[in-house]
Structure formats: structure tokens, C-alpha cells
């Protein structure tokens, strides 16, 4: 059985609990958006429902962390072709078993967890730190981002805490969408028509005037605390890879 | 002539990077007020450099004007070089408007030398106290003290800053006597020592009173610079290793002389000695997470590094009776000392192992570099004898794999 569910969260909460009350073993399980229609496959389309949804989390909760279970989500946000089938057996095992076995890692699944999970918290970090934000003629910060993995909302405490006072935008050009902080909350927008410079970059015509000079001082600033002498372009890389540099003014 | 501000950053942006330290970790100052910024406890790199360094902090020399002629230090008074000095002001508002846009955790200030140390630390201490009641910035601050300052200027530099540094650059009073005539290390201990004490002090006290008073919550570090002078590795780690022990520091900084000068009382290098660098960094990541004695790692027999393999490497070689480790049974203690094996892998061996024995491609999947680590580890399904355990032709093996590796580059 192929089971299909529309992208949320919720619905994928909602497929394991089905597969649970129809006890018909998943084939595999996917995103409406994913689904390549087959010939012979039996497929069931689920219906979101989110008090199946709760139910499983609550049930997860009995058997993990809170970090075990936040990883499970963050395990999703990776929209990894066959993470679902993964997290249904890590979730199965996890209910199955009598203690938790977040640390098992001899167990090929509960590895591959922690390893999505660690790519998850990289793309993170990796945001927190390549986000720049350019200033607005009606001062708002606002920055365009295309992460690996979805990870937009979950940039959301780190720049509320540190940017309380100004307000911030922050938008995924490849998922088309975004946060957007208010000087008191976080929400998330989606634009439509958004007008981009070049390749998905905020327009110059919204910029404020002095946004030219600052960008123009922090590449000064960068070229110049390089040392030629110990030029090592494959770590550079390594630590900046290409694809972030679009939206890095330091490297554009 | 007047500068602009771009002119003065590529100025004192350019004199300032010879400071490696770039550290924005190891404090927790919360967002108050409103304010703009916090710090991260785990410190984030906002970019690298063309050479791989971290950019994480703006990092800076109020002037690169200087009375000290220090022969390893491109801002000495004999070097013919542009000079420049920023005022107050632009520091403070490079640093706000920088961060505002998330391309800094804060800022690294430090300055040459001029009139004398108060008056030049004074002037540094001024930028963060404007930043942090004025400007209400609670991001990160790094602040040089110049050897030399009085106690009173400490004591406020501790008030605004996360991190301190004091740098002892010359690991020897002797070859520093030669390279920076008015530098002496007393003067340099007397300030590190000063601030050590204060710096316990204020830990002392927040363990018992919520609102202590802060002082340099990030604690203090210090530059030494390698290569320009005579140090085996052994005078420098035992050195470095001090400054861990009786000054409390929180990271010891150690930088490739780069030959910056033509002064004849340095040596001619031609390029800067990237590698020996690297593995004195080796070595104080086992002496600071992997519970090595200093001793362990260099010792009278052994003064010198290995620069063809890592230090913990040629420690297990050198000790061969403590292998094979069993991986299932063994202490982390000992866990940590196997070579291609690190603290993380380490920490995921041990929790694992609670629930099944491990195999030799657990350890694989899990991140041990078994290239390096199957010479000194016992697993189950993987028979003893098939492992060397002569020294000498593991360091064979090694190097041919290797020399394999960098063939491949081309």
C-alpha cells in the first residue's frame, strides 16, 4: 500500500496512525507533490486529521525526548526522497521497544536519524550565520535565503532574541515563503508577485540609501582581513560553499 | 589628507588580522532592554577568509600609529606603512550598523600604541561602554589589554567586554627581549594574572548571587607566535599548558609567524609554518578535550612535533603496549585516545554500546576514520592478526595512503 498525504506535518502524523488502525504495512509513503502514479500499486490518499496526529505525538512523546521528538520533525523538514518510510520505522521501533532508543546507533535507522537531524542543525547554524539582512526605505531588514532543507521557521527564535528591536523579514525563495517579525511577533507570509533583483535578490529600488555604503564597507572590511600568505581557498570552501555564495554581499 | 572610512578599514582591518583570535563563544548575555544583540554560547562564523579563517567578529585597531618597535609586528614605528586612526564614533557605528545586518557577532578591538598603555586602553574601553549603555548593543566585545595597564582601567575594561586578551606573542622572555626591546613578559604577566584573579572572582560570586557584577564573562586568551623565534614544541606546549593551569585561559592562540618584515632580528621565512601551527592546535585540543598530560604528547625525548602525522597518532605509536582498545569495553578515557577517533564519535560509541556490541561497520557509519583507528582497536568480527603492530610499518601504510590521497588531487 502506497500512502499519500497532503505536505503537512500533521498529514504524515496522520498516515502512521492509519497504518496502525488498517495494520496494512506502508509500501511507501509520500507527498501529494511527490506521488508518481503507478499501475500496480494499491494507494490510499489520507486525509489530515489532526486528532490522529495528536495522538501519535502524544504516543512518540511516552517513548522519546523532547529532543528525540522535535529530531523526528526536523528528520521531515529534510524533504529527503524515502524520509517518511525511514521515520516509520524509526517511530515503530521506537514504540515497539521497552526504553527509549534515541542512542541506539548500531540500529541503521536510529543512525540515519541522527545524522538527517545533524544536517538539519547545520543548515541552521549555517543560516544563522549567512543570513544578511539589507535595509529598507521603510526600515525593515530583509533578507532571501534557499536553504538545503526547509528550515525558515526555525529561524525564528535565534533572530527574535537577538533583533528585538528592528523589524526583520526573512524569505525562502525556493519554498516561497517567509517570517516576518513586527517589533512584537513572528508570522509567516507568503508573497505574491514578489518583484526580485537578479536572482532572487531584494529589489535596489526598496533599499535605503545608505544600504550601498555599509555593503560596500563590509567587503572592504572582508578583503581585508585575509591574509595572502596563507591563502587556503579548498578550507574557504569548505566552510563557505559556493551555493550560499549569492546571497553573501562579502563574495558576490 | 583625510581618510575615508573605507580608506581606514582597509587600513585597520589589514593591521589587525594578525590577531588570529576570533572567538565570539564562551559567553551568554542575554537581550535586555530591548536591546540589539545577544552572544551565542556556542559562537557563530558569520563568513571565512580567502585563507579559511572565521570572520565572526569585526575585528579592528582603533590606529595602527604605535611608539613600540616590536620586529614581528607590521604596525612597528620603523615600518613605513599608511597609517590611520578611527574616531569613536565610526568604530561604534561600523559595529552597530554591521551587526544590525547579521555580517558580525560584535566586535574585536584592539590598537597600537600611543602616549602609553592607560591612555590607549582608556580610549578602547570608551567604544564599549558607549556601545553597551548608549547603544544598548549586548553583542559580543573583545578587548585587547595593552601590557602595561594599570588595574583601575582593568577593572573597567572587565566591565563592558566579554573576552579579554593579553597577548604574550614571544613564547620566551629571551628571544622577546631580542625581537621587542620595550617588551618584557612581566609585563605581560602582571595584567593576565590581574585579571585571572578577577575573572575567578566574578565566578565565585555569580555561583552565589544571581546579580554579580560581570567581569569578562568570556574570560581571557592570549597570542603566541611561533616560528619567529627559536622554541622547540615542547617549550611552547608546556608554556600553553600553564597558561591553562595557573592563568585560567580559555583558549591559547598560536599563530604561524608570517613574514610580514624584513627586519634582521627575525629569521627569513618564506612561507609561514602553516602546518607546524596546525599541530600544535592538535595538541591543545587533546590537551584541553581529550585528557592528555602535556607530557604525553611532547616530552624531553621528543621536543619536536611530528609534522608528517597528528599528534595523537605518533602518541599511540610511541605507546603501542596500551593497544589494541576494546572498543565495547574500554573507558572513554581510553576511547579518546585512540587515534581517528574523536570526542564525538566517542561520546556516540558510548551510548551506543548500551545496547548491542559494536562491529567494525558501526564504527564506520558512526564517523571513526578507520584508515587511521584500525590499527589500535579490537571489534568483534574482525580478527587480531590482520592488524599490524609494528610501529613502523603502520607509519609506512600511513604514508602511503597518503601520498595515494594527494595523488588523486591532480
Redesign the interface.
Known amino acids: 500500500m502506497i500512502y499519500i498525504y497532503d505536505d503537512s506535518f500533521d498529514g504524515f502524523l496522520t498516515v502512521i496512525f492509519d497504518i496502525y488502525d488498517l495494520k496494512i504495512q506502508p509500501a511507501d509513503i509520500c507527498r501529494e507533490r511527490n506521488h508518481q502514479p503507478s499501475l500496480f500499486a494499491e494507494k490510499r490518499t489520507i486525509i489530515t486529521d489532526g486528532h490522529k496526529a495528536g495522538r501519535v505525538l502524544s504516543g512518540i512523546k511516552k517513548k522519546l525526548s523532547l529532543h528525540g521528538v522535535h529530531g523526528i520533525y526536523k528528520c521531515w523538514l529534510s524533504e529527503q526522497v524515502g524520509i517518511e518510510m525511514m521515520l516509520f520505522r524509526y517511530i515503530s521501533y521506537a514504540i515497539k521497544s521497552k526504553r527509549n532508543i534515541e542512542n541506539d546507533f548500531s540500529d541503521s535507522d536510529v543512525l540515519e536519524v541522527s545524522q538527517v537531524v545533524k544536517k538539519i542543525n547545520r543548515e541552521i547554524h549555517r543560516m544563522h550565520a549567512f543570513v544578511r539582512f539589507q535595509k529598507t526605505r521603510d526600515g525593515v531588514y530583509a533578507a532571501t535565503i534557499a536553504p538545503d532543507f526547509d528550515v525558515v521557521t526555525l529561524l525564528a527564535p535565534h533572530f527574535k532574541e537577538r533583533y528585538k528591536s528592528q523589524q526583520w523579514f526573512i524569505y525562502d525563495t525556493k519554498r516561497q515563503y517567509g517570517i516576518y517579525y513586527d517589533l512584537s511577533e513572528v508570522v509567516e507570509v507568503k508573497l505574491e508577485n514578489a518583484q526580485w533583483q537578479g536572482r532572487n535578490k531584494v529589489s535596489r529600488l526598496v533599499l535605503a540609501e545608505e544600504e550601498k555604503e555599509f555593503e560596500l564597507w563590509w567587503k572592504s572590511y572582508f578583503k581585508a582581513t585575509s591574509i595572502e600568505e596563507r591563502a587556503n581557498i579548498k578550507l574557504h570552501l569548505k566552510h563557505v560553499p559556493r551555493r550560499y555564495w549569492r546571497y553573501l554581499p562579502e563574495k558576490v | 589628507m583625510k581618510l575615508s572610512?573605507?580608506e581606514k578599514?582597509?587600513?585597520l582591518?589589514?593591521a589587525?588580522?594578525?590577531d588570529v583570535s576570533c572567538a565570539s563563544s564562551g559567553s551568554n548575555r542575554k537581550?535586555t532592554n530591548?536591546?540589539?544583540?545577544?552572544t551565542?554560547q556556542m559562537g557563530?562564523?558569520?563568513?571565512?577568509?580567502?585563507?579559511?579563517?572565521?570572520?565572526s567578529l569585526?575585528?579592528l585597531l582603533l590606529t595602527n600609529y604605535c611608539i613600540y618597535d616590536c620586529a614581528y609586528c607590521v604596525s612597528r614605528k620603523s615600518n613605513d606603512v599608511p597609517r590611520a586612526a578611527f574616531t569613536v564614533k565610526e568604530v561604534v557605528d561600523?559595529t552597530i550598523?554591521?551587526y544590525?545586518?547579521?555580517?558580525i557577532e560584535g566586535l574585536f578591538l584592539s590598537s597600537g600604541i600611543f602616549k602609553n598603555a592607560d591612555y590607549t586602553n582608556e580610549r578602547l574601553i570608551r567604544i564599549a561602554k558607549l556601545l553597551r549603555t548608549e547603544h544598548n548593543f549586548n553583542g559580543y566585545i573583545h578587548l585587547k589589554i595593552i601590557p602595561g595597564c594599570s588595574e583601575e582601567v582593568m577593572e573597567e575594561a572587565g566591565l563592558y567586554a566579554d573576552r579579554l586578551s593579553v597577548n604574550l606573542e614571544i613564547p620566551s622572555e629571551r628571544s622577546l627581549k631580542k625581537i621587542a626591546p620595550e617588551k618584557n613578559h612581566s609585563s605581560v604577566y602582571k595584567p593576565m594574572n590581574y585579571l585571572t584573579n578577577r575573572i575567578s572572582l566574578y565566578n565565585d560570586e555569580k555561583r552565589k548571587f544571581k546579580y554579580a557584577p560581570r567581569f569578562a564573562p568570556g574570560g581571557q586568551s592570549t597570542q603566541l607566535v611561533i616560528g619567529a623565534s627559536p622554541e622547540t614544541d615542547f617549550d611552547v606546549l608546556h608554556l600553553a599548558n600553564n597558561l591553562y593551569s595557573d592563568q585560567k585561559l580559555r583558549r591559547v592562540y598560536y599563530s604561524?609567524y608570517?613574514?610580514i618584515s624584513d627586519d634582521n632580528r627575525l629569521p627569513a621565512l618564506k612561507?609561514?609554518p602553516?602546518i607546524r601551527e596546525n599541530r600544535l592546535y592538535q595538541a591543545d585540543w587533546l590537551m584541553r578535550y581529550y585528557g592528555f598530560e602535556v607530557n604525553e604528547i611532547v616530552n624531553e625525548q621528543h621536543q619536536q612535533l611530528d609534522l608528517t602525522m597528528d599528534p595523537k597518532m605518533s602518541y599511540a605509536l610511541r605507546n603501542m603496549h596500551l593497544f589494541p582498545v576494546n572498543i565495547n569495553m574500554a573507558d572513554r578515557e581510553m576511547l579518546l585516545r585512540i587515534p581517528g577517533v574523536g570526542v564525538k564519535s566517542v561520546n556516540?560509541i558510548i551510548?551506543?554500546r548500551?545496547?548491542?556490541r559494536?562491529?567494525y561497520e558501526?564504527l564506520k557509519?558512526?564517523g571513526v576514520a578507520m584508515n587511521r583507528a584500525q590499527y589500535f582497536i579490537e571489534v568483534s568480527g574482525r580478527p587480531l592478526n590482520e592488524v599490524a603492530s609494528d610501529p613502523d610499518k603502520i607509519k609506512i601504510a600511513l604514508a602511503a595512503r597518503e601520498k595515494r590521497n594527494q595523488l588523486t588531487l591532480f
Not at chain 2, 34 to 38: E, I, Q, R
Not at chain 2, 100 to 103: A, D, M
Request: aromatic share 10%.
Open positions: 572610512i573605507n578599514l582597509q587600513i582591518a589589514d589587525a588580522k594578525y537581550n530591548n536591546g540589539l544583540g545577544n551565542s557563530i562564523c558569520h563568513s571565512y577568509t580567502e585563507d579559511g579563517r572565521c570572520v569585526l575585528k561600523l550598523n554591521f544590525k545586518r547579521n555580517y604561524g608570517i613574514p612561507t609561514p602553516l556516540m551510548k551506543a548500551r545496547f548491542s559494536l562491529g558501526h557509519k558512526i
